[in-house]
């Protein structure tokens, strides 16, 4: 993950391959909430979250095309909530949960904890 105060676009990549990331203070709520507010979104993030593991893209399976799937993770990394680093050809993601914590802490897992209560309510699992 991403060390506080660290520089954008900080996430080295094997073959020169780099992806732009925030620095932690350089994370705004509103682009976390939105981003969160897409139920594709917010489905990788709970899924990265049960792991507690780094996840590569194609182990999601969205029920959208592989460039909506490509936008959703991009949302999802330049709103500071993942972090995406290439691992060989594999683009692996893992959750920025220290980072999020420090800057709004109780948000991640309230939000989390909402949406598994609101998946088993409606009957989706979780």
Known sequence: MTPAGA???????????????PARDEIRIEGVL?????????????????ADAELTCSRFDLPVSK?????????LRESGIVQQVYRGTAKMNGLRRDDLEALFPGLLDSILDAANRQARRVGEGG
């Open 67 to 75: 460039s909506t799937s490509t936008h959703h993770f991009r949302v």
């Open 7 to 21: 520089p954008a676009a900080s996430a080295a990549a094997v073959g020169g391959r780099a992806l732009d990331h």
């Open 34 to 50: 939105h981003a969160l507010s897409d139920p594709m979104r917010l489905r990788v993030v709970r899924e990265l979250a049960a």
